[in-house]
């Protein structure tokens, strides 16, 4: 298992999730350079996020490390880029793939869950003032990942 | 080092690993190599005590295959009781984290909701009883199957757990949806019917067991929420993971030791690193228990530690509520009660702490603004023009001042005071070692100087390590002093202290003194003499504070944990 698995950055690169970019680094086939567009109808609509994706030594058996680069008021993402994700931790299974994870974060972004928050200061402020926390989520979209 | 306090040759035993056995100390069986070399000292002979002392508590240590033992009492119980194999039961137990009153109830409840929790595959199959339809968690369209097909291996023993398959024939090439190969030949899945290959199975296994120690192994695919059963795991690790030395397999077996002794209340795990025992404690396993007595126990392997908490020595005389607060206040306060100690003064007027780092000694509080003198403490009106000489040192103002530091400084003085004899004994019992060597000398040197035999001069060692758990016990002695309420009975033990300390600080000295050979005689004598007086001592100290903690006699100055 020291590889991703046979194939997979291949079809990853060749026929990509709708919104979903992934590339490898050429040095480090373990790297991968993700964007994620943000979905239509979301505050994050016409941002583009770019992530880094990597693959650790155990991979298929432990999940992949994934962090937003691009800044985003998310109440499941922190400041560092982190992202509270079951997928991601507990709940991972060695049959998920890079892309269905992708589309795990995809989903996310549409439907952001305020009650399992790791940024708690942008959580409160979604379930005090949903509008004005979707504000700010467009303001930053705006500001940080529109290129 | 032996467990018990006096020196007859009752004490310690080495056991097989497979021996379900007790080693209270007081069990007088086989005797290790140490014991033996005192059997032959005869200054060592004192009369054995049968009965266990009131600082000793009743356990027994238990190996690992004696551990299984009983997890596999409780499994052969409930697949008895619900009709099933061992392998479910193991899933239902651990499910309900083994207790067995609870799991018994919730499954004549509901049986296919107690199954489906626990990951055991369909609750129809794992209870004839259930109520339901199974749920299927298969998507597919291939049915399980259980027929030996030709062209295809069996992978996994099947006799005697029907719902273990591995047996997927394929017509068309398949492809393992994890690895994506294309060329595997062996698949293996559980009763949900998600196929993988037998690689990727052991790998994930493998990865489970060793990574995250993890005994609960779920299926791989994505939201499926069966657990893989132990046969599955054990066959599968057995024929196709790079298992050759058997550790993944050992781990796993331990790993589900640790749960069962997890969940038992009686059971600890020994907390010394690659230790495998178990010790059963019963009557420590209460919380309220723990304000009446210290349950310090060794394993099979002689590592002595509290039943009670987590200090990984010998606390006594010291409950292990008062023990924990002590070393949770050493922790916080002790440098810095120190530094405040060593580098400031209160203010005379307002008791502000005030450091003075430059200057003269002419302070101004920045709080009061209060004048005075940092030397004598004393008001600077007094002073007139002296700068930075006081020589007004005995002015009734500045005696007063003086005193009332010393008031304000009282609390910190006297836990200091505990504290550094505290931390004395403690470093003493480091420096053990040296000790040690050093005495080795002394014996080498005895045996050239004098016609003493090896055996003759054990007498040294013996002392030295007599005296190391003498200071053990003192160390706790200040720890369980400092929360004494004022009293007779602080009083009272304080005196045992002070008798068990002058003996120990006795005979360090003896032990330090350097050797004259015509004198050998005598220091053998008087050494020996000093040893059975102080092991006399600290038994007398441990078993009477061990009586009060019975009898509620110790009134703490602070609330503790489980008094009133």
């Known amino acids: 298992m020291a590889l991703p698995k046979a194939g997979e950055t291949e079809r990853l690169v060749a026929d990509p999730a709708p919104g979903i970019t992934a590339a490898p680094h050429e040095d480090n086939l373990r790297y991968f350079d993700v964007t994620i567009q943000g979905p239509d109808g979301s505050p994050f609509q016409q941002g583009v996020f770019h992530l880094e994706l990597f693959l650790p ?43 269905t994870v992708l589309l795990s974060i995809q989903a996310l972004l549409s439907a952001p869950n305020p009650d399992d928050p790791l940024a708690t200061d942008v959580a409160k402020h979604y379930k005090e003032d949903e509008k004005d926390a979707q504000r700010v989520s467009r303001e930053w979209t705006e500001k940080y990942a529109s290129n | 080092m032996s467990s018990d306090y006096d020196y007859s040759d009752e004490g310690d035993a080495f056991y097989d690993d497979d021996e379900d056995m007790i080693s209270t100390g007081d069990d007088g069986s086989a005797p290790s190599d140490d014991d033996m070399d005192m059997e032959f000292a005869d200054d060592f002979k004192v009369p054995q005590h049968s009965l266990r002392k009131a600082y000793e508590i009743e356990h027994e240590s238990l190996s690992q295959q004696a551990v ?18 061992d392998s479910t039961a193991s899933l239902l137990l651990r499910n309900m984290n083994w207790n067995k009153e609870r799991l018994i109830e919730k499954y004549m409840d509901n049986a296919s909701s107690v199954s489906v929790a626990a990951g055991i595959s369909t609750p129809s199959r794992a209870s004839p009883s259930a109520t339901g339809p199974a749920p299927i968690r298969s998507s597919g369209s291939r049915r399980r199957t259980t027929r030996l097909t030709p062209g295809t291996s069996l992978v996994t023993d099947t006799s005697n757990s029907p719902y273990l398959t591995c047996l997927v024939p394929k017509a068309e090439p398949w492809v393992c949806p994890i690895c994506f190969d294309d060329c595997q030949t062996s698949f293996l899945s559980l009763s949900c019917d998600h196929s993988f290959c037998a690689g990727c199975w052991a790998a994930y296994i493998t990865s489970k067991i060793r990574e995250e120690g993890e005994h609960s192994i779920r299926c791989m695919a994505e939201g499926c929420a069966l657990v893989a059963p132990d046969p599955f795991i054990i066959s599968t690790l057995a024929k196709h993971g790079q298992d050759e030395d058997g550790r993944t397999r050992e781990r796993f077996q331990e790993l589900l030791v640790r749960h069962f002794v997890g969940a038992n209340s009686h059971l600890k795990y020994c ?173 080498e040197e005895m045996q050239i100087t004098s016609s003493l035999t090896w055996i003759e001069v054990q007498f040294m060692k013996r002392a030295v390590e007599e005296a190391e758990r003498c200071r053990a016990t003192l160390k706790w002695t200040y720890a369980m002093a400092f929360y004494l309420d004022k009293g007779n009975e602080k009083e009272l033990f304080e005196d045992n202290q002070r008798d068990l300390e002058k003996a120990v600080e006795d005979l360090s000295e003896l032990l330090e003194s350097p050797i004259d050979p015509e004198a050998i005689s005598t220091l053998r004598q008087k050494v020996t003499d000093k040893t059975v007086y102080v092991a006399k001592r600290n038994e007398i100290l441990l078993e009477d504070t061990s009586n009060g903690f019975a009898e509620g006699r110790w009134k703490w100055n602070i609330a503790v944990e489980g008094f009133e």
């Open chain 1, 57 to 99: 030594e155990e991979y298929p058996m432990s999940p992949p490390k994934v962090r937003f680069l691009t800044k985003i008021y998310h109440p499941n993402i922190d400041k560092l880029g982190r992202i509270c994700l079951d997928i991601l931790k507990d709940k991972w299974s060695p049959a998920l793939q890079i892309r």
């Open chain 2, 68 to 85: 299984e033992k009983l997890s596999a009492a409780d499994v052969d119980h409930i697949s008895s009781i619900f009709g099933v194999d």
């Open chain 2, 271 to 443: 907390p010394y690193p690659s230790c495998t025992y178990t010790v059963s404690c019963p009557s420590a396993s209460s919380r309220s228990s723990l304000t009446t007595m210290v349950p310090t126990v060794s394993c099979g392997a002689n590592h002595k530690f509290c039943f009670g908490c987590s200090i990984d020595s010998d606390h006594r005389p010291v409950i292990c509520p008062v023990a924990k607060m002590w070393l949770k206040k050493c922790r916080d306060d002790s440098e810095t009660a120190n530094w405040i100690k060593s580098n400031t003064k209160e203010c005379s007027k307002c008791q502000s702490t005030i450091e003075k780092n430059g200057g003269c000694n002419h302070m101004t509080c920045k709080k009061c603004k209060y004048e005075f003198c940092w030397v004598c403490m004393g008001p600077w009106s007094e002073h007139g023009t002296a700068w930075y000489s006081c020589n007004r040192y005995d002015e009734k103002a500045g005696v007063d001042a003086r005193d009332a530091q010393s008031r304000s400084r009282a609390s910190l003085e006297r836990y200091l005071h505990y504290y550094n004899r505290w931390a004395n004994h403690e470093q003493s019992a480091k420096l053990s070692v040296e000790m040690y060597n050093k005495t080795e000398k002394k014996m």
